[in-house]
T-cell receptor
Framework: SQKIEQNSEALNIQEGKTDTLTCNYTNYSPAYLEWYRQDPGRGPVFLLLIRENEKEKRKERLKVTFDTTLKQSLFHITASQPADSATYLCALPNYGGSQGNLIFGKGTKLSVKP | DTGVSQDPRHKITKRGQNVTFRCDPISEHNRLYWYRQTLGQGPEFLTYFQNEAQLEKSRLLSDRFSAERPKGSFSTLEIQRTEQGDSAMYLC???????????FGPGTRLTVL
């Protein structure tokens, strides 16, 4: 069965720095992969979707890459701000995307210190 | 606000009681998902509806759990004879038929005493 591993449970960085979060999956390569942000006590908020034929996707200060050979996605935040502090979840569709239900990693809790 | 809404936001109940949660998806979304999230874990899939049809259920969804989506609009998730292990955040998400992205509601936090 498909499993997702996110590199760290928690990361602490200084404001203004760039950091990279890693998401590795173990089995089949999905048709797409998504990243979500989750604040304490709230539901996940969609950030970016990257498809298997896309190498890179950007949105404002965020960049996501997808390497199907390495079975890995990287999530970059540039010029980080304290408001970026949250848990970041990687998710991919189960069964290659036929029904759309997602498998999530445990998330990486990012803390940006001023 | 036209996002996904869930009610109640918090529910505290005693072991053995029944509870019901409601989810109102984004109006034009025909796909609806329920997930459960425990502390320190990512959301785990429970069940999926396309319109009013329940098309997939996870093995996590024991026979004490039932979900409905009458008329393909709002959905309810009922847990009978709650157990302390049912304590979790229950999340609902909806998705348009032609799209991939799921939009999550704020969740219902269940505490079973």
């Amino acid at each position: 069965s498909q499993k997702i591993e996110q590199n760290s449970e928690a990361l602490n960085i200084q404001e203004g720095k760039t950091d990279t979060l890693t998401c590795n999956y173990t089995n089949y390569s999905p048709a797409y992969l998504e990243w979500y942000r989750q604040d304490p006590g709230r539901g996940p908020v969609f950030l970016l979707l990257i498809r298997e034929n896309e190498k890179e996707k950007r949105k404002e200060r965020l960049k996501v890459t997808f390497d199907t050979t390495l079975k890995q996605s990287l999530f970059h935040i540039t010029a980080s701000q304290p408001a970026d502090s949250a848990t970041y979840l990687c998710a991919l569709p189960n069964y290659g995307g036929s029904q759309g239900n997602l498998i999530f990693g445990k998330g990486t809790k990012l803390s940006v210190k001023p | 606000d036209t996002g996904v809404s869930q009610d109640p936001r918090h529910k505290i109940t005693k072991r053995g009681q029944n509870v019901t949660f409601r989810c109102d998806p984004i109006s034009e979304h025909n796909r609806l998902y329920w997930y459960r999230q425990t502390l320190g874990q990512g959301p785990e899939f429970l069940t999926y509806f396309q319109n009013e049809a329940q098309l997939e259920k996870s093995r996590l969804l024991s026979d004490r759990f039932s979900a409905e989506r009458p008329k393909g609009s709002f959905s309810t998730l009922e847990i009978q004879r709650t157990e302390q292990g049912d304590s979790a955040m229950y999340l609902c998400a909806s998705r348009p038929g032609g799209g991939d992205t799921q939009y999550f509601g704020p969740g219902t936090r269940l505490t079973v005493l």
